[in-house]
């Protein structure tokens, strides 16, 4: 299993990322979070960061913000979304439907970033909702290595 805890920055100096696959639960035990920012982006290994962040949040009584980056390049005279809003909002409502059917409180945000720039994005939304931990799966679609 790969672990990567992520450096806080200078303006969150509490938030610390954990970049996992979905055995971390098992390592860390009586680990309790307050709030968790949930990254997805589609993609299996982000289904698994899903089950991972309910494990938590039911294991620690957690609200689970979950964030989609709806990325969009940029050429000469547009800007071109990767996928459709309809799209990205279906992914977060149905992720946020989820865990709130398992009893988590869950509430979902889409952010706009340019293509490349989504973990940036990712930072700076769990530093405005003071979260404590960032998950997401370590193999998505994503610009964050």
């Known amino acids: 299993m790969e672990v990567d805890l992520c450096q806080p920055d200078r303006r969150s100096p509490q938030l610390r990322c954990i970049l996992t696959d979905q055995y971390l639960i098992e390592e860390v035990g009586t680990v309790m979070f307050e709030h968790i920012l949930l990254a997805v982006d589609g993609s299996e290994y982000s289904r698994q960061a899903v089950e991972l962040t309910a494990a938590l949040a039911k294991q620690s009584g957690a609200e689970v913000v ?3 980056v709806h990325e969009h390049d940029v050429g000469r005279a547009a800007s071109y979304l990767m996928e459709t809003t309809a799209e990205a909002t279906a992914l977060v409502d ?3 439907a989820d865990l709130k059917g398992m009893g988590i409180a869950a509430s979902g945000e889409l952010h706009e ?17 003071n979260s404590n931990l960032i998950a997401m799966g370590s193999r998505g679609l994503g610009d964050l290595q």
């Open 94 to 96: 149905g992720v946020v």
């Open 66 to 68: 979950v964030v989609h």
């Open 113 to 129: 970033a340019r293509t490349g720039h989504a973990a940036r994005a990712l930072v700076d939304a769990a530093a405005a909702h």
